[in-house]
């Protein structure tokens, strides 16, 4: 599990949806949470005990750098527009 806090400047909003990934490995799930100006992404990692076969390796690789780069892609937020 992966938490993140953040505090939104005046009239700024998350700009996406909950982020999801799925494999045949585990998976990815985002809850964002909004109270106001805060903002709380919690990313869960649910991965089961397993055995990759050689032929998988490739896809699970990718699978896993899948996750990091969504673990490291830093939040969006934009102006608020009436």
Not at 61 to 66: E, G, Q, S, W
């Amino acid at each position: 599990r992966l938490e993140l806090d953040i505090e939104l400047p005046a009239g700024w909003v998350i700009d996406r949806v909950p982020r999801r990934i799925e494999a045949p490995w585990g998976e990815v799930d985002e809850e964002l949470e909004v109270d106001g100006r805060r903002v709380r992404s919690t990313l869960y990692l649910r991965l089961g005990a397993q055995v990759v076969d050689p032929e998988s390796y490739p896809e699970f690789v990718r699978f896993c750098h899948a996750v990091d780069e969504l673990g490291s892609r830093p939040p969006v937020a934009r102006r608020d527009t009436p």
